[in-house]
C-alpha cells in the first residue's frame, strides 16, 4: 500500500496503528518486553540524586518544518482541519431527502457557493439502471482493479507518475489530505440526499462486493479518484500559468474514471454518481490549490443539474465516460451544456502552512530524478 489507509475506500483513521513512538526497532519487539527492558536500563543508569532539570532553548521553525517532526497521521489532520475550516456544505440534514445541496466557501464576509448539486429524478436513476446491470459483464475481467480500490487508490496514480512516498513526502501529505477532505465532504453530501443504492432497485444488480451503508449519490470513489487526479495534474503542470485542461488523453484522469466506472461495474453505483462525484472531487482540488495560493487555476463556481446530464450526448445517453465529463467541464462562458453552469471563480483565503506544502511538493516533482 503506497500512502496511508486514511484515504483509501473512506477508511477512518487509526491513529496509532502504524505508528510506534520507541522506533523502528521496536516493531519488531514485544510492546510489553520492551517497557520491561527500558524499566530495568533505567534502573540501572540514573544517578540517585539528579541533576537540576534544564530547559530547551525555544526554536524558530516554519508550520512544514514543525509539521514534518510530527507523526504523519497528526500532520495529516492539522493540514485536513485548516481545509475544513473554509468548507460547509448546506442545508443541514432533516428528515427529508434534499433536492439540492451546495458545497460553500466560508469567507470573511459570507458563504460562497463552490459547488451546488441536484438531485437526479426517480426516472433518471430508473434509466441508468440498465446501464448498471449492461455493466456487470465486465465483472470478472475488473475483479482485481475492483478489489484493490476498495482499500487503497495512490498506487493507480504513483504507478503513472514518478513520484516514490520517500522522495516525495510533502507530496504524500497533500494526496493524504486531498483525499480525507474529499471523503469527509462528500459523506456530508451524501448524507443529504440519502439516495438508495442501485441493488434498492432491483434484485438482478446482485453487487459482486459488500454494498457500504452509506447512501449512493455523489460517489465517494469518484469524488476522491478524480480530486488526487486533479490535483497531481496541477501540481505537474508544465506551464504554471496555464489552468489544467481536464482532457480525455491525460493518464491521471483516464485512471480516475476507470476507478469510478469499476464502482458501476461492481453494482454499488449508478453513472451519474460518478459525474457528481467527479465534479465535486475536481472542485476540491481546484480549492485546495486555492488555498495554497497556486496561480493560474481558477476555481469556477459549478452548478450540476444532474437530471440534464446527456441531454446533449450522442443518442441522449445518461453513462459516464471521461470524453463526455472533459467536453462538459471544458466549455466557456455563454456555451455552456445544459448540465452545467460555469460560474465566476472563487479565490480562497491563502493558507501560509498549505502554501509551504505546495512549494515543498513542486520541489520534490522538480527534483524527481535525483
Given at each position: 500500500?503506497?500512502?496511508?489507509?486514511?484515504?483509501?475506500a473512506?477508511?477512518?483513521?487509526?491513529?496509532?496503528?502504524?505508528?510506534?513512538?520507541?522506533?523502528?526497532?521496536?516493531?519488531?519487539?514485544?510492546?510489553?518486553?520492551?517497557?520491561?527492558?527500558?524499566?530495568?536500563?533505567?534502573?540501572?543508569?540514573?544517578?540517585?540524586d539528579?541533576?537540576?532539570?534544564?530547559?530547551?532553548?525555544?526554536?524558530?521553525?516554519?508550520?512544514?518544518?514543525?509539521?514534518?517532526?510530527?507523526?504523519?497521521?497528526?500532520?495529516?489532520?492539522?493540514?485536513?482541519?485548516?481545509?475544513?475550516?473554509?468548507?460547509?456544505?448546506?442545508?443541514?440534514?432533516?428528515?427529508?431527502?434534499?433536492?439540492?445541496?451546495?458545497?460553500?466557501?466560508?469567507?470573511?464576509?459570507?458563504?460562497?457557493?463552490?459547488?451546488?448539486?441536484?438531485?437526479?429524478?426517480?426516472?433518471?436513476?430508473?434509466?441508468?439502471?440498465?446501464?448498471?446491470l449492461?455493466?456487470?459483464?465486465?465483472?470478472?475481467?475488473?475483479?482485481?482493479?475492483?478489489?484493490?480500490?476498495?482499500?487503497?487508490?495512490?498506487?493507480?496514480?504513483?504507478?503513472?507518475?514518478?513520484?516514490?512516498?520517500?522522495?516525495?513526502?510533502?507530496?504524500?501529505?497533500?494526496?493524504?489530505?486531498?483525499?480525507?477532505?474529499?471523503?469527509?465532504?462528500?459523506?456530508?453530501?451524501k448524507?443529504?440526499?440519502?439516495m438508495?443504492?442501485?441493488?434498492?432497485?432491483?434484485?438482478?444488480?446482485?453487487?459482486?462486493?459488500?454494498?457500504?451503508?452509506?447512501?449512493?449519490?455523489?460517489?465517494?470513489?469518484?469524488?476522491?479518484?478524480?480530486?488526487?487526479?486533479?490535483?497531481?495534474?496541477?501540481?505537474?503542470r508544465?506551464?504554471?500559468?496555464?489552468?489544467?485542461?481536464?482532457?480525455?488523453?491525460?493518464?491521471?484522469?483516464?485512471?480516475?474514471?476507470?476507478?469510478?466506472?469499476?464502482?458501476?461495474?461492481?453494482?454499488?453505483?449508478?453513472?451519474?454518481?460518478?459525474?457528481?462525484?467527479a465534479?465535486?472531487?475536481?472542485?476540491?482540488?481546484?480549492?485546495?490549490?486555492?488555498?495554497?495560493?497556486?496561480?493560474?487555476?481558477?476555481?469556477?463556481?459549478?452548478?450540476?443539474h444532474?437530471n440534464?446530464?446527456?441531454?446533449?450526448?450522442?443518442?441522449?445517453?445518461?453513462?459516464?465516460?471521461?470524453?463526455?465529463?472533459?467536453?462538459?467541464?471544458?466549455?466557456?462562458?455563454?456555451?455552456?451544456?445544459?448540465?452545467?453552469?460555469?460560474?465566476?471563480?472563487?479565490?480562497?483565503?491563502?493558507?501560509?502552512?498549505?502554501?509551504?506544502?505546495?512549494?515543498?511538493?513542486?520541489?520534490?516533482?522538480?527534483n524527481?530524478?535525483?
Amino acid at each position: 500500500m503506497a500512502l496511508t489507509n486514511a484515504h483509501n475506500a473512506h477508511n477512518a483513521h487509526n491513529a496509532h496503528n502504524a505508528h510506534n513512538a520507541h522506533g523502528v526497532g521496536s516493531s519488531v519487539i514485544a510492546e510489553e518486553t520492551l517497557s520491561t527492558a527500558l524499566i530495568i536500563a533505567r534502573e540501572g543508569i540514573a544517578e540517585a540524586d539528579p541533576p537540576p532539570p534544564s530547559k530547551p532553548e525555544a526554536v524558530t521553525l516554519e508550520p512544514l518544518k514543525r509539521l514534518r517532526r510530527i507523526e504523519p497521521q497528526f500532520a495529516q489532520a492539522i493540514l485536513l482541519f485548516d481545509m475544513l475550516e473554509t468548507l460547509t456544505v448546506t442545508p443541514p440534514p432533516t428528515d427529508k431527502q434534499a433536492k439540492k445541496t451546495k458545497v460553500e466557501a466560508k469567507l470573511e464576509k459570507r458563504n460562497t457557493p463552490l459547488l451546488t448539486i441536484d438531485l437526479p429524478s426517480d426516472d433518471n436513476f430508473a434509466e441508468e439502471l440498465k446501464l448498471v446491470l449492461g455493466y456487470a459483464d465486465l465483472r470478472p475481467e475488473r475483479l482485481a482493479e475492483i478489489t484493490v480500490q476498495t482499500v487503497e487508490l495512490d498506487s493507480f496514480f504513483l504507478s503513472i507518475l514518478p513520484l516514490k512516498p520517500r522522495r516525495a513526502p510533502v507530496t504524500e501529505m497533500l494526496m493524504t489530505m486531498v483525499a480525507d477532505l474529499a471523503t469527509s465532504v462528500v459523506q456530508c453530501v451524501k448524507l443529504n440526499f440519502a439516495m438508495p443504492r442501485a441493488e434498492m432497485f432491483s434484485d438482478q444488480v446482485q453487487p459482486m462486493i459488500p454494498t457500504p451503508l452509506h447512501g449512493s449519490y455523489p460517489s465517494g470513489h469518484a469524488t476522491q479518484a478524480f480530486a488526487l487526479a486533479m490535483l497531481l495534474a496541477i501540481l505537474t503542470r508544465k506551464d504554471p500559468d496555464k489552468p489544467v485542461e481536464i482532457h480525455p488523453d491525460s493518464q491521471l484522469f483516464r485512471m480516475a474514471a476507470r476507478i469510478a466506472i469499476n464502482r458501476t461495474v461492481a453494482g454499488v453505483h449508478f453513472p451519474i454518481d460518478s459525474v457528481a462525484g467527479a465534479v465535486l472531487g475536481i472542485t476540491l482540488a481546484r480549492w485546495v490549490a486555492s488555498r495554497a495560493g497556486v496561480t493560474g487555476e481558477p476555481c469556477p463556481a459549478l452548478t450540476l443539474h444532474a437530471n440534464r446530464w446527456g441531454e446533449t450526448a450522442p443518442n441522449g445517453s445518461r453513462d459516464f465516460y471521461l470524453a463526455r465529463l472533459c467536453e462538459v467541464m471544458n466549455k466557456k462562458k455563454g456555451k455552456q451544456d445544459p448540465c452545467l453552469t460555469i460560474g465566476d471563480p472563487v479565490t480562497a483565503p491563502v493558507s501560509n502552512m498549505l502554501r509551504e506544502c505546495w512549494a515543498e511538493a513542486g520541489k520534490e516533482w522538480r527534483n524527481r530524478w535525483i
